[in-house]
């Protein structure tokens, strides 16, 4: 079992950055594909970005790609998501989770929001 707690969000004006964090417990992190994921209101959970065991293969949803930076470090149990030129659109509560997801390990995310 992994427990998973993303924090780093908060209000941010269009363009600006945040760094998201997501702490996982358990001594089988370096085992997991990790992912980002996010839910804007109204919408469905979409994914976001997702990193492999080691760090060295990432892959991004259109919509952020250039923009966010997904990165690992296995020592610490932590994933971290880097958001920089944010847009209004990106709004939402992200949360951090293997990919692909399972259900149980969803955390409460952390909200980010973008003003314009």
């Known amino acids: 079992q992994v427990q998973l707690v993303e924090s780093g969000g908060g209000l941010v004006q269009a363009g600006g950055s945040l760094r998201l964090s997501c702490a996982a417990s358990g001594r089988t992190f370096r085992l997991y594909v990790m992912g980002w994921f996010r839910q804007a209101p109204g919408k469905e959970r979409e994914f976001v970005a997702t990193i492999n065991l080691s760090g060295g293969s990432t892959w991004y949803a259109d919509s952020v790609k250039g923009r966010f930076t997904i990165s690992r470090d296995n020592a610490k149990n932590t994933v971290y998501l880097q958001m920089n030129s944010l847009k209004p659109e990106d709004t939402a509560v992200y949360y951090c989770?293997?990919?692909?997801?399972?259900?149980?390990?969803w955390g409460q995310g952390t909200q980010v929001t973008v003003s314009s």
């Open positions: 989770n293997t990919s692909p997801a399972k259900e149980t390990y």
